[in-house]
T-cell receptor
Framework: RKEVEQDPGPFNVPEGATVAFNCTYS??????FFWYRQDCRKEPKLLMS???SGNEDGRFTAQLNRASQYISLLIRDSKLSDSATYLC??????????FGKGTRLSVIA | DVKVTQSSRYLVKRTGEKVFLECVQD?????MFWYRQDPGLGLRLIYF???????EKGDIPEGYSVSREKKERFSLILESASTNQTSMYLC????????????FGSGTQLSVL
């Protein structure tokens, strides 16, 4: 089983829709969790960290479920500019991040 | 803002050539990383370094080596390039122990013919 797994998509959603992605991780020792965003032909950039209590940043909500070993990203009121690939990443303390393969989102007008 | 600069955006090399990919960061970060990204395979860690002259193998180090002679510079070396090393190479740096905020360079698309 891969250490970090994501549904590759693509998720094609209309503007204004709510969309959610999940990411599962296999190592129960994983400590830190993140969502990165990667635009086409660009480098990944940190979107948000995922805290145990869940966290929100505007239209974006990230949640962690340790019991089931997954993290989620919810995007409300999708914009065309949200079209990108969303990568989840985990690490075990001070080890390098392990990335999922990414979930591609296309928001359609 | 942090800047991670990779020396070339596109590179074309021939099989068997020795290839150097250079990466420089300007934020005095301790930690630097080399990933490659391939369609369907995602980002895979090649090598990383937590200090000058220190290097650690990542998940796919075969066919690569690295050099970290100065804190700001981390070089990836393909000793004898092969066609299966055609890929997007991304350098990243981080200033924190937990490495949560990686700053990536804009990548080098390497084609080995």
């Amino acid at each position: 089983r891969k250490e970090v797994e994501q549904d590759p998509g693509p998720f094609n959603v209309p503007e204004g829709a709510t969309v959610a992605f999940n990411c599962t991780y296999s190592n129960s020792a994983s400590q830190s969790f993140f969502w990165y965003r990667q635009d086409c032909r660009k480098e990944p950039k940190l979107l948000m960290s995922v805290y145990s209590s869940g966290n929100e940043d505007g239209r974006f909500t990230a949640q962690l479920n340790r019991a089931s070993q997954y993290i989620s990203l919810l995007i409300r009121d999708s914009k065309l500019s949200d079209s990108a690939t969303y990568l989840c990443a985990v690490n075990r303390g001070n080890t390098p991040l392990v990335f999922g393969k990414g979930t591609r989102l296309s928001v359609i007008a | 803002d942090v800047k991670v600069t990779q020396s070339s955006r596109y590179l074309v090399k021939r099989t068997g050539e020795k290839v150097f990919l250079e990466c420089v960061q300007d934020m005095d970060h301790e930690n630097m990383f080399w990933y490659r990204q391939d369609p369907g395979l995602g980002l895979r860690l090649i090598y990383f370094s937590y200090d000058v002259k220190m290097k650690e193998k990542g998940d796919i180090p075969e066919g690569y080596s690295v050099s970290r002679e100065k804190k700001e510079r981390f070089s990836l070396i393909l000793e004898s390039a092969s066609t299966n090393q055609t890929s997007m190479y991304l350098c990243a740096s981080s200033g924190t122990v937990t490495n949560e905020k990686l700053f990536f360079g804009s990548g080098t698309q390497l084609s080995v013919l």
